[in-house]
């Protein structure tokens, strides 16, 4: 039996005109990760990620906390990991501007909007432009997971990937509604970690959305989702 690992990314630009970049803080929450994996003694067999900027980044803060040098692990890229497009979300049911980020409301009305079109596009009433049906995405997901497990029966993994495949995942396994898969998603906090075990049958949760390397008194400002 093995056991994967699965983390959702650092804290991104958000707000910014290119979203996929880690903040300075998120450099830091995937630095902290590494230091906690490496003073519990975690070595990972396989490294996953998904092929957005900040997934690798979050990667690369991770493998700096744990101690070794850039490049010296071999990452596999799946594609079928990254986040679905959240702007194009909002857009397919809200066409007109937005409230700039600092007005009053913006940071509201903006995950209000991405709530309802992320029912919709789950419930088969729209198809945001540019992206799939959801049961695409999800089985995109579900496939890239597969061959994870099928290559690693018996061995330790280490997942980099978003809110959203991680909460579709863990929907997936626990059979949830569309309204539970959207309220995972919305819960799952920057470099959080969720872990799996590996069976011949398939992934089994084991935790969902920690943050044991955040746990210090004054780490508090360190817990962000965006």
């Not at 902290?32 to 957005?52: I, M, N, P």
């Amino acid at each position: 039996m093995g056991h994967l690992y699965l983390v959702r990314h650092g804290q991104a630009s958000f707000g910014a005109d290119n979203y996929d970049q880690l903040s300075d803080l998120g450099t830091q929450q995937s630095q902290r990760l590494g230091a906690y994996f490496s003073a519990k003694g975690l070595q990972f067999d396989t490294v996953v990620t998904g092929s957005l900027a900040r997934h690798s980044q979050t990667w690369a803060g991770i493998e700096q906390g744990l101690g070794l040098g850039p490049a010296s692990v071999s990452v596999q890229v799946e594609p079928g990991l990254n986040e679905y497009d959240s702007h194009a979300v909002i857009n397919a049911i809200n066409p007109g501007p937005l409230p700039s980020i600092g007005e009053p409301g913006a940071y509201q009305t903006y995950f209000r909007l991405l709530r309802d079109g992320l029912r919709a596009w789950m419930d088969g009433v729209l198809t945001p432009a540019g992206m799939p049906s959801y049961e695409t995405f999800r089985n995109d997901i579900v496939d890239a997971l597969k061959r994870v497990r099928d290559n690693n029966v018996g061995k330790r993994v280490l997942v980099v990937s978003s809110g959203g495949p991680i909460s579709t995942t863990v929907g997936y396994l626990l059979g949830t509604p569309a309204e539970t898969t959207i309220e995972l998603n919305y819960q799952i906090r920057n470099t959080a970690l969720s872990e799996f075990k590996i069976t011949s049958k398939g992934l089994r949760l084991v935790s969902f959305n920690g943050l044991p390397h955040l746990d210090r008194i004054g780490d508090e400002a360190l817990h962000t989702h965006t």
